[in-house]
Every structure is written in structure tokens, then in C-alpha cells.
């Protein structure tokens, strides 16, 4: 039976993760049955939504939004089949982020795109990738995915598995062009992808 994916072992993804693990750890002894390739799902994806979170933290939205979200909190939004399935209402139940209460939302609709903050992009919209980027119209919404390609065509931060460990790379032009700025710290863990937006 293959092991699960890992977070990379750098000195900066421990930093990175540190301040999330006793909640990862709840969520994975809490959340799931015991079975084996399930159970190997569950935990990559309860250690991508603890990236995903801590992005937050790494992540600066244009200041009119971030006065919105530190008053409102943040959405993340899901186009697409959903892999999370329940974690990511545990983990909203658990933390805030940015000191407000994460708002999770599935399939919006082009109007309520644009009350996202964050959207998650799933494998199964590959074909209508540039169609979701266009609906997103240039707002700074953070696009995230998790297949071969989509940092290269404008997705902002794309999941990847090299050696058994969970990455990520970023297309920074593409988080520039929509007035979102990203720490170094950030980029120092990342694979920096120059690609379309």
C-alpha cells in the first residue's frame, strides 16, 4: 500500500505547517474511517487544506478587499467535483482565518463569483479552465488548482506530488495581474511557473 503524500521537509514548510498540525491532527483522527486508499485520500487532502488556509496568512488581498475580509472573513469557493469532501466544513468549524470565520461555498454562479476570496478549482474542469478563469474577470480572487498545466494557463497556486510529497507552484505574474501580493517566504517554498493569465 503506497504511503500518503507528504509535505516537503524543508526547513520552511515545517514553519509553514507548524502552527496548523495539532488541527490536522484532530481532523484526521476525528473525521474519517479507517480504510485504505480512503483514508490515504483523506489525509492529502486534510494536508492541502491546511495549505490552503495557511495561504491565507502569505496572501495579500488589494486593500478595499482586505478591510472586507478582516471584517467579514474569507470565502473559498469550489468549482467542480468536490475532493475535500466534509474536511473542509471541519476545518471551518475549527479556525479562522484572518481573524474571521472561513466561509466555505460550492458551485457559485458567476454573480456570486464574485463575493469569493478564494477559489479551488478541481480536476474535473480541465476542459473549462480558461472558460472559470474568464468568469472570474480579472477580480483579484485567488485561483487555486491541483492539475498538470494550470499554473501554465493562470491558475495563482497549483498542487503538485513529486516523491511522495505534496508541493506547489505559483504563477506569480498571474497573482500580480489581479492586484494580489505574495510574501517571499511564500515563494521561497514554491516552484515559480511563468505562464498565461
Not at 26 to 38: H, R, V
Not at 71 to 90: H, N, Q, S, Y
Not at 101 to 121: G, Y
Request: charged share 25%; net charge positive; proline share 6%.
Amino acid at each position: 500500500m503506497p504511503s500518503p503524500p507528504r509535505p516537503s521537509n524543508s526547513p520552511n514548510t515545517f514553519k509553514f505547517l507548524f502552527g496548523l498540525f495539532p488541527l490536522l491532527l484532530a481532523l484526521s483522527f476525528s473525521a474519517f474511517p479507517k480504510s485504505t486508499s480512503a483514508e490515504e485520500t483523506s489525509r492529502e487532502y486534510i494536508l492541502k487544506a491546511g495549505f490552503i488556509y495557511n495561504f491565507t496568512k502569505f496572501i495579500k488581498w488589494p486593500d478595499g478587499i482586505e478591510r472586507s475580509i478582516k471584517a467579514k472573513g474569507i470565502t473559498l469557493c469550489l468549482v467542480g467535483e468536490d475532493p475535500f469532501g466534509e474536511i473542509l466544513d471541519r476545518l471551518s468549524n475549527k479556525i479562522e482565518a484572518k481573524g474571521k470565520n472561513l466561509t466555505i461555498r460550492r458551485q457559485p454562479t458567476k454573480d456570486a463569483l464574485q463575493s469569493c476570496h478564494i477559489l479551488f478549482i478541481s480536476q474535473s474542469e480541465k476542459s473549462r479552465l480558461k472558460e472559470i478563469i474568464e468568469k472570474a474577470e480579472r477580480r483579484p480572487i485567488l485561483l487555486i488548482g491541483e492539475t498538470p498545466g494550470y499554473a501554465q494557463n493562470g491558475v495563482m497556486i497549483n498542487f503538485y506530488i513529486e516523491g511522495n510529497r505534496i508541493k506547489f507552484e505559483i504563477n506569480k505574474q498571474a497573482l500580480e495581474r489581479r492586484g494580489l501580493k505574495v510574501s517571499s517566504e511564500l515563494l521561497d517554498l514554491a516552484r515559480i511557473i511563468e505562464g498565461n493569465d
